[in-house]
């Protein structure tokens, strides 16, 4: 079982469409990131969070430390916002990934 | 400021040769750790140096090396290539390797 576990896999949505993408982890974390991997590769991180909620624009991110369990949601989704959504968890000396969920936004 | 740069972008190798993927760090940051990510796949730990010293390692064969020079940038040395070593390398570095991770663009290598 994989100790980052993150919900759905894929996603297709409407634009304008409120979006939830879930993680769950099962290590016990310093952190917790949300990245974002556009096709070609590159990785652009979009949150840290130990505790508590992040707001940065369209996007939200919420961990609950107690459930282990993270979630990345986005307002108002563009077509722009499609992209693979990473969760990635700090422990000790490494950092550990989930599997990524596949967000597709049609206009 | 430059970020976090990965060199060269996209390199194709035959089976059993050898190759050697570079970063450079954010200026500053004094941790580097690698990945691979396989097509379809979350990234996977494969080693992080802080101030030039091995901190951790990841579940890869001894064909992986790696390195960290006195300017924190370092260095991914794969030996005996595999087909399966067909992935993207990716490099990230922090203050102090603990949090606050940059990524660079990545490394895609193709062994055929």
């Known amino acids: 079982k994989n100790e980052v576990e993150q919900s759905p896999q894929n996603l297709t949505a409407q634009e304008g469409e409120f979006i939830t993408i879930n993680c769950s982890y099962s290590v016990g974390i310093s952190a917790l990131h949300w990245l974002q991997q556009h096709p070609g590769g590159g990785i652009v991180s979009l949150f840290m969070?130990?505790?508590g909620k992040k707001k940065h624009g369209r996007l939200i991110a919420t961990i609950n430390i107690q459930e282990k369990h993270s979630s990345l949601h986005i307002t108002a989704s563009h077509p722009r916002d499609s992209a693979v959504y990473i969760c990635?968890?700090?422990?000790?000396?490494?950092?550990?990934f989930g599997a990524g969920t596949r967000l597709t936004v049609k206009p | 400021d430059a970020g976090v740069t990965q060199s060269p972008t996209h390199l194709i190798k035959t089976r059993g040769q050898q190759v050697t993927l570079r970063c450079s760090p954010i200026?500053?940051?004094?941790?580097v750790s690698w990945y691979q990510q396989v097509l379809g796949q979350g990234p996977q730990f494969i080693f992080q140096y802080y101030e030039k010293e091995e901190r951790g390692r990841g579940n890869f064969p001894d064909r992986f090396s790696a390195r960290q020079f006195p300017n924190y940038s370092s260095e991914l040395n794969v030996n005996a290539l595999l087909l399966g070593d067909s992935a993207l390398y990716l490099c990230a570095s922090s203050w102090t390797g603990n949090y606050g991770y940059t990524f660079g663009s990545g490394t895609r290598l193709t062994v055929v």
């Open positions: 990635a968890v700090d422990e000790k000396n490494d950092m550990r």
């Open positions: 969070l130990s505790s």
């Open positions: 200026s500053g940051h004094k941790s």
